[in-house]
């Protein structure tokens, strides 16, 4: 098969690879019908993730048709067309049976920290990702979700990752009706973050970018105000003073560890790798927001520090909430979201690329040129 595989820092192409096959009882193998892009695949590319090893397939964000089936499999038929969680969850464990699946500790055993993930490096379990023209996944009775006949894959895709983690990523910020919300960082998490507070009731909804296409993609997918960060003396100080001089009551860092904006995380974070990422939104964030207010952390940190004020955080008396998303548990409800128009999935879609392009695709999206937002890769030359 013709798949993407990384070659150090930076560096991708596409190249033939051997076909996966049925490794388990519990596995099915896909033939890949749409794959994303990710904004935490380009901690992939430009090497933040420990173990990200020559070769590998990115990509975890993907819907597919079934072709195999192995043996143990009872819901999934050759000819399904399903879209995948980006955590691998058994389903019987003890946190998958609290509905915690980002934390699945059979998926990934050697980690006390996160659940397998699909092209996501050996310290997430070594699976290979969906940026190819087939895929295997495990535990297939329990992550995969049938695709509706009378919905296309574009549609769904983003129940994969990004709808959800953004939804997940309001939830926790605890909204109320009448709260005032700012999420930092107007890639698709954010905006999908941005829509979610709408509909958990937000009254005022503000997004915190620098690149002023993102901010004005804001500005009309997710109908929000915007701050571009570069254009403010304090962004902090200008945020509290838009929100009645306290702050807003929530705080969404939808960005993570290639923030933008100090000059001493960037150093430390990106530069001489002495922590895990940059958290300069994270910062921000519990700067920002009103005391007795909330953070939710959707953004992706690596282990094993950051720089974080957390005694800040303690004397302002703040609620900080944070996780992979529990991918499994949202998609039948966000399903019924998108059936009914509430939120527009595919409208975040800004290029469209076939798998021989995916090189290309990934320097579009890592230097947020030509306008691009979101990035969709047909692997078996599905038309777009």
């Known amino acids: 098969m013709r798949a993407l595989t990384y070659q150090g820092p930076y560096r991708v192409k596409v190249e033939n690879k051997p076909d996966p096959h049925i490794e388990h009882g519990q596995d099915v193998v896909l033939k890949v019908t749409r794959s994303a ?4 695949d380009l901690h992939l590319l430009h090497g933040l993730i420990a173990d990200t090893r020559i070769g590998c397939t990115f990509g975890h964000e993907f819907t597919g048709v079934v072709e195999e089936v ?8 050759k000819g399904d067309r399903v879209v995948v969680p980006f955590n691998i969850s058994c389903g019987a464990c003890f946190y998958c049976q609290r509905g915690l699946t980002a934390l ?10 996160a659940s397998g993930v699909y092209g996501y490096s050996h310290t997430t379990g070594g699976f ?12 297939a009775d329990v992550g995969p979700m049938k695709i509706p006949d009378d919905m296309d894959d574009e549609s769904v895709l983003f129940l994969s990752d ?12 605890q909204i109320r009706p009448g709260d005032t919300v700012v999420v930092f ?10 829509q979610s507070a709408w509909l958990m009731g937000a009254k005022r909804v503000i997004g915190v970018d620098h690149v002023p296409y993102r901010l004005a993609f804001a500005e009309q997918y997710a109908k929000v105000e915007t701050v571009n960060f570069k254009e403010v003396d304090d962004v902090v100080m200008h945020l509290r003073e838009l929100c009645g001089g306290r702050g807003p009551d929530s705080c969404v860092d939808a960005v993570g560890m290639e923030a933008d904006g100090s000059k001493m ?11 895990a990422g940059s958290p300069t939104a994270l910062n921000w964030c519990i700067s920002t927001v009103r005391k007795g207010g909330t953070v939710s952390i959707i953004g992706v940190y690596g282990p094993p520090w950051n720089l974080v004020p957390i005694g800040t955080a303690m004397n302002k008396g703040l609620t900080l909430r944070m996780n992979q998303c529990n991918v499994r548990r949202y998609m039948p409800h966000l399903l019924e979201h998108i059936r009914a128009g509430r939120i527009d999935t595919k409208g975040i879609i800004t290029h469209r690329f076939p798998l021989e392009d995916a ?24 038309s777009a």
């Not at 699945?104 to 920290?113: F, G, R, T, W």
């Not at 698709?188 to 941005?194: D, S």
């Open 359 to 382: 090189p290309h695709a990934y320097h579009l999206f890592a230097q947020k040129r030509d306008g691009c937002v979101k990035c969709v890769l047909t692997p078996n030359g599905a």
């Open 128 to 139: 290979e990702g969906g940026q190819a023209q087939y895929v295997r996944v495990p535990f």
């Open 70 to 77: 192995g043996h143990e499999v009872k819901q999934l038929r």
């Open 37 to 40: 892009i990710c904004g935490s």
């Open 265 to 275: 995380h960037n150093l430390l974070g990106l530069g001489l790798k002495m922590e």
């Open 104 to 113: 699945c500790e059979s998926s990934n055993p050697a980690s006390d920290v």
């Open 185 to 194: 960082g107007c890639g698709p998490v954010g905006l999908f973050a941005m």
């Open 162 to 173: 990004i709808l959800p983690t953004g939804y997940q990523g309001a939830e926790m910020a």
